[in-house]
């Protein structure tokens, strides 16, 4: 069955320190990959999209992240953490073969130390 | 321009009432999606909508909830006779087709009392 896993529930970093928030997924199929933000209260917004072509993607806010085919991995990073980066993140899945569905990690919580 | 919208922001209901909540796409969208999202189950995809295809209703948890799209923009999701499991933030998302970005309005929390 497909998933998405994001291992950390909760992260908190320095502000100024680099991020890392990991995504791994499980999938038959050639899958496009997104990760989204939401701040307490608000809807989802995009940070980032893979479909296909160069595995490091580039998104909003200074945003990248790398797609690894042999490792099932999408990973978010962030070189340099700002305080308007706490939220919860969230990494979804899908595939060509699936529909418009997209499958999402269960999120991770970023918060952010001054 | 114009993001998803969503109708009413919050929605409180006694159990066993029936509730309708309204998505407007963006304009030109032709994909049109429902999402819940609880705090036990997290993000979950409930139902989808291509064109004049029929709707994917994989996700739609029981036969309470139903949703229409009206003349392929604006969306309807209805859940008759409300249990209070059903409380949770309901997501929509629209996209210019099958396989492209999904782009979510600001949802509705709905609570069943």
């Known amino acids: 069955a497909q998933s998405v896993t994001q291992p950390d529930i909760h992260i908190t970093v320095s502000e100024g320190a680099s991020l890392e928030l990991r995504c791994n997924y499980s999938?038959?199929?050639?899958?496009?990959l997104f990760w989204y933000v939401q701040s307490p209260g608000q809807g989802l917004q995009l940070l980032l999209k893979?479909?296909?072509?160069?595995?490091l993607v580039q998104g909003i806010k200074g945003f990248e992240a790398e797609f690894k085919r042999s490792q099932s991995s999408f990973n978010l990073r962030k070189p340099s953490v700002h305080w308007s980066d706490a939220a919860e993140y969230f990494c979804?899945?899908?595939?060509?073969?699936?529909?418009?569905?997209?499958?999402f990690g269960q999120g991770t919580e970023l918060s952010v130390k001054p | 321009g114009a993001g998803v919208s969503q109708s009413p922001s919050n929605k409180v209901t006694e159990k066993g009432k029936d509730v309708e909540l309204r998505c407007d796409p963006i304009?030109?969208?032709?994909?049109l999606y429902w999402y819940r999202q609880s705090l036990g189950q997290g993000l979950e995809f409930l139902i989808y909508?291509?064109?004049?295809?029929?709707?994917?209703k994989s996700g739609l948890p029981s036969d309470r909830f139903s949703a229409e799209r009206t003349g392929g923009s604006v969306s309807t999701l209805t859940i008759q006779r409300t249990q209070q499991e059903d409380s949770a933030v309901y997501l929509c998302?629209?996209?210019?087709?099958?396989?492209?970005?999904?782009?979510f309005g600001p949802g509705t929390r709905l609570t069943v009392t």
């Open positions: 998302a629209s996209s210019q087709g099958q396989g492209r970005e999904q782009y």
């Open positions: 999938y038959g199929a050639t899958p496009y």
């Open positions: 893979y479909f296909s072509g160069d595995t």
């Open positions: 979804a899945v899908g595939a060509s073969n699936q529909g418009g569905k997209l499958i």
């Open positions: 304009s030109g969208h032709t994909a």
């Open positions: 909508f291509q064109g004049n295809s029929a709707p994917d």
